[in-house]
């Protein structure tokens, strides 16, 4: 009665960064591919990889890029000492990588219906693959419109995506708003909920991508109800600490879910109230 | 594979007999005041003629007028400690020109266990991690790699002054999860144990060992131990519809009262069999050439345990005992499908303050309004609620 040998779930694999992109001061955007001999992953959107940094750290970075090829992107901020060191790497040089973890958008169960996307400050990452989805199947939805907002102009992340959606307008409705500007940023200053209000979207036939502080969450849950949007087609991505996702390490329990497993993505009927518990 | 007797001489054969297959075999021995588990070269390590006396907050070991072998409830440690190490090197790298790195271990030789003197309570926890560490879509290669662990379960006689297993279903009688079950018979001159068998290579083992067939005296009288042993709990509590009942009060009061008593010391989640907490640390070596990954049991009583950029979501320890209590009695069987609690009252004996978490689930289910019984802290008493403390004039 031997122990079948069963694989390491906490070992990480090899894979080589094969593009750099400064996005702002703290946030960069880098395209891995795996390491001859490497299986590739089939990854999702809304999915994340736990991404290691060799002998520092891994923390968990959603993907906010799939190419082809097994080619994944990743958008990480600078905020502390696992993710300083991933933004600190160049092209060629290699980040350890395991997953992909957990349940994405499912941006497919929404066709038919328009996609509002709602998006603050580094929660735009795990979205921009949502905007991608639609835009390859256009024909399969209604409108899509991608509301994001920054701190600052200078904080907005994948502006030349923005800027490339935002010419289309016939394909999709792109707002940006920011909390506070100079007199050089000509456009709208605000929180990002308040765009949900004047967007133009079938409430009804709606499906929303919402992902940004927990704060932001819960208003523009709010702000997307009080348009007619049901809770349940409204989806959120949540975030806790993470050790090993694989719902072994106990930390990104949330009530009576283990986000890494049954997340990070839920609807909002199941989310919204476990949010609203101070200190949970 | 029917019941059989053997004697105390018996009993030592059968440990020499797991020797001799090459097992390392496990149980309880005494040692800095408490029965803690070691491996044995053989019987005479077991504590025998001690007994413990366990109340919230005390833990004392006595002297008993015989000379049982396991007459006395669960220490401080449980079996997680061997199969959920609490410190495991889980992966180690070095760094390789141009490939980046390669795995360079840990080539984990498990240890081949035998584990004497399981409780039924502490099969219902390995039970209980069997779910977490193997149940998921990511088995854990070290928990599995050592739960093929022999098992010699031990009846329950003595219950503790904290065990409630009684109300949590998961005891004193084991009925599966073992390779063999004992029970000890101790009176006059008597000293035998009637064995169950509960697997092909624990009949396999007993078959090495001199025995005779149990009658129904003998079965009757190893009933009669769990039987009596069960209505000597010294804890209850009343589990039905807890989950619910619980999720119902999440912004209770009574958590405020609990928290001003809790040092956050993590003690509680350190005894309990089920809790499975870790944390996950990467550190190299000086060159920073070699990259090696440890697993360290981890508890939610620490700051760190939710610490998000900017702060920690369970910031007081109001927070963080809720999150402990509701996980084990309400959480715990949506994300796993089972309770995180077998009752077997390590967090309540070993708690510096005696906090005892069927006073505070009573406390905190008690209907609310004219009546309501005041439960004081630390009272050692849970069974009835203590008597209304008297007002100070
Ligand atoms: C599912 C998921 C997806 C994420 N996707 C992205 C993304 O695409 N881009 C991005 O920039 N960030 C993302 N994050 C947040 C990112 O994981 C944290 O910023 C990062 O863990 C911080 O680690 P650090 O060592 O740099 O910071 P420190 O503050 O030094 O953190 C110390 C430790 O605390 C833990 N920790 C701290 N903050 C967080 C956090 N916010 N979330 C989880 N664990 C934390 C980690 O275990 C970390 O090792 C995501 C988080 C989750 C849970
Ligand atoms: S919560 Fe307490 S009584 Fe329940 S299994 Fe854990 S240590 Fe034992
Ligand atoms: S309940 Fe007791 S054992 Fe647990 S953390 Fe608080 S003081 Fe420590």
């Known amino acids: 009665m031997l122990a079948e040998r069963v694989s390491e779930p906490m070992e990480p694999q090899p894979y080589r960064v094969i593009e750099v992109r400064h996005e702002t001061a703290d946030v960069v955007t880098?395209?891995?591919?795996?390491?001859?001999?490497?299986?590739?992953?089939?990854?999702?959107?809304?999915?994340?990889?736990?991404?290691?940094?060799?002998?520092?750290?891994?923390?968990?970075?959603?993907?906010?890029?799939?190419?082809?090829?097994?080619?994944?992107?990743?958008?990480?901020?600078?905020?502390?000492?696992?993710?300083?060191?991933?933004?600190?790497?160049?092209?060629?040089?290699?980040?350890?990588?395991?997953?992909?973890?957990?349940?994405g958008w499912e941006v497919e169960t929404?066709?038919?219906?328009?996609?509002?996307?709602?998006?603050?400050g580094i929660g735009f990452a795990p979205l921009r693959p949502v905007v991608e989805h639609a835009l390859a199947n256009r024909?399969?939805?209604g409108r899509v419109v991608v509301l994001v907002g920054a701190r600052r102009p200078e904080e907005m992340i994948f502006d030349e995506d923005l800027l490339r959606w935002a010419v289309a307008t016939d394909d999709i409705a792109v707002e940006v708003t920011v909390d506070a500007a100079g007199h050089d940023w000509s456009g709208h200053v605000g929180v990002v909920t308040e765009l949900v209000g004047r967007a133009?979207?079938?409430?009804?036939?709606?499906?929303?991508?919402?992902?940004?502080?927990?704060?932001?969450?819960?208003?523009?849950?709010?702000?997307?109800?009080?348009?007619?949007?049901?809770?349940?087609?409204?989806?959120?991505?949540?975030?806790?600490?993470?050790?090993?996702?694989?719902?072994?390490?106990?930390?990104?329990?949330?009530?009576?879910?283990?986000?890494?497993?049954?997340?990070?993505?839920?609807?909002?009927?199941?989310?919204?109230?476990?949010?609203?518990?101070?200190?949970? | 594979m029917g019941s059989v007797v053997i004697d105390r001489r018996g009993f030592e054969l059968l440990i020499a007999a797991l020797q001799s297959r090459d097992y390392k075999v496990v149980a309880p021995t005494a040692r800095d005041g408490a029965i803690a588990y070691d491996e044995i070269g053989g019987v005479s390590d077991l504590p025998a003629?001690?007994?413990?006396?366990?109340?919230?907050?005390?833990?004392?070991?006595?002297c008993r007028d015989d000379d049982a072998l396991f007459g006395y409830a669960v220490g401080p440690q449980s079996w997680k400690r061997y199969l959920f190490e609490p410190k495991t090197v889980v992966f180690r790298a070095q760094r390789v020109e141009r490939v980046g790195f390669v795995r360079a271990g840990p080539s984990d030789a498990a240890p081949r266990y035998a584990f004497v003197g399981v409780r039924s309570c502490e099969i219902a926890a390995i039970g209980?991690?069997?779910?977490?560490?193997?149940?998921?879509?990511?088995?854990?290669?070290?928990?599995r790699a050592r739960r093929d662990a022999f098992i010699?379960?031990?009846?329950?006689?003595?219950?503790?002054?904290?065990?409630?297993?009684?109300?949590?279903?998961?005891?004193?009688?084991?009925?599966?999860?073992?390779?063999?079950?004992?029970?000890?018979?101790?009176?006059?001159?008597?000293?035998e144990f009637v064995v169950e068998v509960g697997s092909s290579r624990g009949d396999d083992l007993l078959g090495q060992v001199p025995s005779r067939p149990a009658d129904s005296s003998d079965l009757g009288a190893a009933r009669a131990v769990t039987d009596s042993a069960s209505e000597r709990m010294g804890r209850r509590l009343d589990a039905d519809?807890?989950?619910?009942?619980?999720?119902?009060?999440?912004?209770?009061?009574?958590?405020?009262?609990?928290?001003?008593?809790?040092?956050?010391?993590?003690?509680?989640?350190?005894?309990?069999?089920?809790?499975?907490?870790?944390?996950?640390?990467?550190?190299?070596?000086?060159?920073?050439?070699?990259?090696?990954?440890?697993?360290?049991?981890?508890?939610?009583?620490?700051?760190?345990?939710?610490?998000?950029?900017?702060?920690?979501?369970?910031?007081?320890?109001?927070?963080?005992?809720?999150?402990?209590?509701?996980?084990?009695?309400?959480?715990?069987?949506?994300?796993?499908?089972?309770?995180?609690?077998v009752g077997c009252g390590r967090c309540i004996t070993w708690c510096p303050v005696g906090i005892d978490i069927t006073v505070e689930v009573q406390a905190l289910l008690a209907p609310l309004g004219p009546g309501r019984p005041t439960v004081s802290p630390g009272a050692g008493a849970p069974v009835e609620p203590a008597a209304p403390a008297e007002v100070p004039r």
């Open chain 1, 110 to 120: 929404a066709e038919g219906d328009d996609i509002v996307v709602v998006a603050g």
């Open chain 2, 241 to 341: 519809g807890l989950p619910e009942r619980l999720a119902a009060v999440l912004e209770h009061s009574h958590w405020d009262q609990v928290a001003s008593r809790c040092l956050g010391c993590t003690s509680c989640t350190l005894v309990c069999p089920t809790c499975f907490c870790s944390r996950v640390s990467d550190t190299t070596d000086l060159k920073g050439l070699e990259a090696t990954r440890t697993r360290t049991w981890d508890s939610c009583f620490t700051l760190g345990h939710s610490y998000l950029h900017g702060g920690s979501v369970r910031s007081t320890i109001r927070d963080r005992y809720r999150q402990w209590l509701t996980h084990k009695l309400s959480t715990w069987v949506a994300q796993f499908g089972t309770s995180g609690c």
């Open chain 1, 30 to 103: 880098f395209t891995i591919e795996p390491t001859p001999g490497i299986a590739s992953m089939d990854a999702l959107p809304g999915q994340f990889n736990m991404l290691w940094a060799f002998g520092v750290g891994e923390v968990p970075i959603s993907l906010s890029g799939l190419r082809p090829g097994g080619v994944l992107v990743h958008t990480v901020r600078s905020v502390g000492t696992v993710s300083e060191a991933l933004t600190r790497l160049h092209s060629g040089e290699i980040v350890g990588v395991r997953g992909p973890f957990g349940r």
């Open chain 2, 49 to 62: 003629g001690l007994t413990d006396e366990q109340e919230a907050g005390s833990y004392r070991l006595w």
């Open chain 1, 139 to 141: 024909s399969a939805f």
């Open chain 2, 152 to 191: 010699v379960a031990v009846q329950c006689g003595e219950p503790g002054g904290t065990c409630f297993c009684a109300s949590m279903r998961t005891g004193p009688r084991a009925e599966a999860g073992f390779d063999l079950a004992l029970t000890e018979i101790v009176a006059g001159d008597r000293h």
């Open chain 1, 200 to 280: 133009r979207f079938d409430a009804r036939h709606a499906v929303a991508f919402v992902c940004g502080p927990e704060v932001m969450m819960r208003f523009a849950t709010r702000s997307l109800q009080e348009r007619g949007v049901p809770l349940g087609r409204i989806r959120l991505s949540a975030e806790r600490n993470m050790h090993c996702a694989v719902a072994h390490c106990g930390h990104c329990q949330l009530g009576e879910y283990i986000i890494c497993r049954d997340g990070p993505v839920f609807d909002a009927a199941r989310l919204l109230p476990l949010l609203t518990v101070r200190g949970r």
């Open chain 2, 128 to 143: 209980i991690q069997d779910r977490v560490f193997l149940g998921g879509s990511h088995a854990d290669p070290h928990y």
